[in-house]
């Protein structure tokens, strides 16, 4: 009787079954579970486990575009020749700039997004680990539209930085995301392996929802009016060339009318000179 390999024949322990169950966990000692959850791993090209980098995703990822408040504080310093462990949050960051400063670039990237299709999710990460500080992931609804977008923006500058945008493996952001962040306070702080993504008011995105369904409608509009005009130019020109077709027939009929007359009337003369001989 044929077993599986890798012991525990019935329950399949070695078997496909046992690998799909796996896949993605810590029991996998293969595939990087991070990874797999949030699409970076701290260890970078040096981790010991497989990074599964997807053809095709709903979710791309533009990699270290947003500006940290934190992150930025801490450059100022090293650019003045301070230890970045000199920057005090409290104190380096002014809140209610950063905050207004993060919803403008929120509202930048939302806008610019929808335009590739209908987003269901824009997360921005408020981490400060090196593999994932100013990271943005972006779920459309359809992989067509995630390829579109990574098309375009790969390679385009924002705020003076060349946009690095790969498809992400993360579908499902609640496995990706810091519960304890979410809850309100993460012992790990920033730099958590687990995302904490940016808090974003609801008022704003259904404004920015409407603004872009607003758009969507302007630009169908636009489009509509277009076909119209091109259908009325296209009957309009058919219209002058049936009339010049039917100018030239007309033109054509009275000249082979004129002929005929011309022929029936040299045929008279010849047939009246005929009957004026002398031989009559």
């Known amino acids: 009787m044929a077993t599986e390999r890798g012991g525990g024949g019935g329950s399949g322990g070695g078997g496909a079954r046992h690998l799909a169950r796996i896949h993605g966990t810590e029991e996998d000692r293969v595939n990087c579970p991070f990874f797999f959850k949030i699409g970076a791993c701290r260890h970078g090209d040096r981790c010991s486990r497989i990074h599964h980098r997807p053809a095709f995703s709903q979710t791309i990822l533009i990699k270290h575009v947003f500006r940290h408040p934190i992150r930025e504080a801490e450059l100022r310093a090293a650019a003045e020749g301070k230890g970045v462990d000199t920057v005090d949050p409290r104190r380096d960051v002014d809140r209610s700039k950063a905050q207004e400063d993060f919803l403008c670039f929120y509202e930048d990237f939302f806008m610019e997004l929808s335009k590739f299709g209908r987003i269901d999710s824009l997360s921005v990460c408020d981490n400060l680990g090196d593999h994932m500080v100013g990271h943005v992931y972006c779920k459309f609804f359809d992989e067509e539209q995630a390829a579109d977008a990574l098309n375009v923006l790969n390679g385009r500058y924002y705020d003076g930085r060349k946009m690095e945008v790969e498809f992400s493996p993360v579908t499902d952001f609640r496995e990706a995301r810091c519960r304890d962040y979410d809850e309100g306070g993460c012992t790990r702080g ?29 630009e169908e509009y636009e489009r509509r009016e277009a076909r119209r005009r091109r259908d009325r130019r296209d009957r309009d020109r058919g219209d002058r060339d049936r009339d010049r077709g039917s100018s030239r027939r007309d033109r054509d009929r009275r000249e082979r009318k004129r002929s005929s007359r011309r022929s029936r009337s040299r045929s008279r003369s010849r047939s009246r000179s005929h009957s004026r001989s002398p031989n009559q």
């Open 190 to 218: 920033g730099f958590c392996n687990f995302m904490h993504v940016k808090p974003i008011p609801m008022a704003l995105i259904r404004s920015m929802e409407e603004d872009v369904e607003e758009e969507m409608r302007r």
